[in-house]
């Protein structure tokens, strides 16, 4: 799913009297703010839906797998995503 589907189903889910740019504009805004969160180090919780965090990853000893040197991965910060129950649920209910 795209950001331009995304936006088609925001303006389906609304109904008659919103336009697609007001949609876009949104989920725009939504996305921004997740981000500027995220980047502050904050978790966003979307009730029913998950939460998205920061991670810290320790550093480590890794391999490359062509040549078989060991190579250092020094520490970094990672986005994450938890689905909440419910999403999980869905999701089992699929299959």
């Keep these: 799913m795209t950001k331009a589907d ?3 189903e925001v303006m389906e ?3 008659p009297g ?3 740019k007001d949609c876009s504009l949104i989920l725009e805004g ?3 703010a997740a981000k500027r969160g995220l980047v502050k180090g904050e978790t966003i919780e ?3 839906f998950g939460t998205l965090a920061v991670k810290k990853r320790k550093s480590r000893v890794a391999r490359n797998p062509k040549t078989g ?3 250092q991965v020094p520490a970094r910060e990672v986005p994450v995503f938890k ?3 419910q999403l999980r649920s869905l999701i089992e209910g699929r299959v």
């Design 6 to 8: 995304l936006v088609n």
């Design 13 to 15: 889910a609304i109904g």
């Design 18 to 20: 919103v336009t697609k």
């Design 30 to 32: 939504f996305l921004k």
């Design 46 to 48: 979307i009730r029913g």
């Design 69 to 71: 040197k060991v190579v």
């Design 83 to 85: 689905p909440s129950k």
